[in-house]
């Protein structure tokens, strides 16, 4: 059965420090990697990975991708409260447009 | 450019009732997916819907859950004979190409059903 799995499930840390987000994958036929962030509201898009090792990167957020491992991490530098969301990682596998979704990392800011 | 617009944004049933929940996907989408989320788990996949298709719907509990996207008008995730298990919040997402093409979903806000 194919499945994503996240880790931490929570983290707290204080405004400034660097997060490290884990998601790792057991599916058949991978096709892309995904992580959302979700404050009260909708999940919001922040990456897409296809191709192993190589980084994504957008403001204080970066990405990675390790199809060997099979697994993915989510920095966060100098964290801000404004980061405080669920964090989710989702897999694309198979030949079907389905996602398979992670439970979330929850991650709390202190100022 | 309206997002993905679903309503109500709460909705409380009591058991045995039907529970309707609307999804407006983004303008030029086509494509519409359902996805269930339980507290302290990740969204689950219900069903994925085309223009007057249901392309998928093997996410979905056989009984008492049906969805539907017609030619005009929003996606409708309907829900009958309503029990507690089924209180939840419901997201909408929409894309303009199968979701394994794009990678990318546009999600609504959620409907966060109550059964009582």
């Known amino acids: 059965e194919d499945k994503v799995v996240q880790s931490p499930l929570s983290l707290v840390v204080h405004e400034g420090d660097t997060v490290t987000l884990n998601c790792s994958y057991e599916?058949?036929?991978?096709?892309?990697l995904l992580w959302y962030k979700q404050e009260k509201k909708a999940p919001t898009f922040l990456f897409m990975l296809t191709s192993s090792g190589i980084e994504k990167k957008s403001g204080r957020l970066s990405s990675i991708l390790d199809k060997k491992e099979l697994f993915s991490i989510l920095n966060i530098t100098a964290t801000q409260t404004g980061d405080s969301a669920v964090y989710l990682c989702?897999?694309?596998?198979?030949?079907?447009?389905?996602?398979?979704w992670g439970a979330g990392t929850k991650l709390i800011i202190k100022p | 450019n309206a997002g993905v617009m679903q309503n109500p944004r709460h909705l409380v049933r009591r058991r045995g009732q039907e529970a309707r929940l609307r999804c407006s996907p983004m303008?030029?989408?086509?494509?519409v997916y359902w996805y269930r989320q339980l507290p302290e788990e990740g969204l689950k996949f219900m069903v994925y819907l085309q223009k007057e298709n249901i392309i998928d719907e093997s996410g979905m509990p056989k009984e008492r859950f049906s969805a539907e996207f017609p030619k005009e008008g929003p996606s409708i995730l309907r829900i009958q004979q309503v029990v507690r298990g089924d209180s939840a919040a419901y997201f909408c997402?929409?894309?303009?190409?199968?979701?394994?093409?794009?990678?990318?979903?546009?999600f609504g806000e959620g409907s966060r059903l109550t059964v009582l």
């Open positions: 599916v058949t036929n991978f096709r892309s």
């Open positions: 989702a897999v694309e596998a198979g030949s079907n447009y389905q996602l398979i």
């Open positions: 303008k030029g989408h086509s494509h």
């Open positions: 997402a929409s894309s303009p190409r199968m979701a394994g093409n794009t990678g990318e979903l546009f």
